[in-house]
């Protein structure tokens, strides 16, 4: 069993930064791929960007290329998004979540076993 728990939203203004942690206990952590997911009001959850188990390769939607990194830290069993240059369109509640099948991250939402309660981030205009 796994468990993630996501930290770090709130409320920001447009142009500014925020960074998710999603902390992660109960499996070998550096083994597996990882990803973040948001769902917006009224919207479908979807894809942000993904990051691979020894970290060397990243994927990241088109939506937010550019301004949004992910890393990961496997000493301390936690991934990160960082994110810059907040649009109000980034408003969603974002998801960490967990691939225990592979290294590589995929893009869909299927391929994931475990997910985090979700972090609220609101960015005002």
């Known amino acids: 069993q796994v468990q993630l728990v996501e930290s770090g939203g709130g409320l920001e203004q447009a142009g500014g930064s925020l960074r998710l942690s999603c902390a992660a206990s109960g499996r070998t952590f550096s083994n597996y791929a990882m990803g973040w997911f948001r769902q917006a009001p009224g919207k479908e959850r979807e894809f942000v960007g993904g990051?691979?188990?020894?970290?060397?390769?990243?994927y990241y939607a088109d939506s937010v290329k550019g301004r949004f990194t992910i890393s990961r830290d496997n000493d301390k069993n936690t991934v990160y998004l960082q994110m810059n240059s907040l649009k109000p369109e980034d408003t969603a509640v974002y998801y960490c979540?967990?691939?225990?099948?592979?290294?590589?991250?995929?893009?869909?939402?299927?391929?994931?076993?475990?997910w985090g309660q979700g972090t609220q981030v609101t960015v005002s205009s």
């Open positions: 979540a967990l691939d225990r099948d592979t290294w590589a991250p995929s893009t869909y939402e299927s391929a994931y076993d475990y």
């Open positions: 990051i691979s188990s020894s970290a060397d390769r990243t």
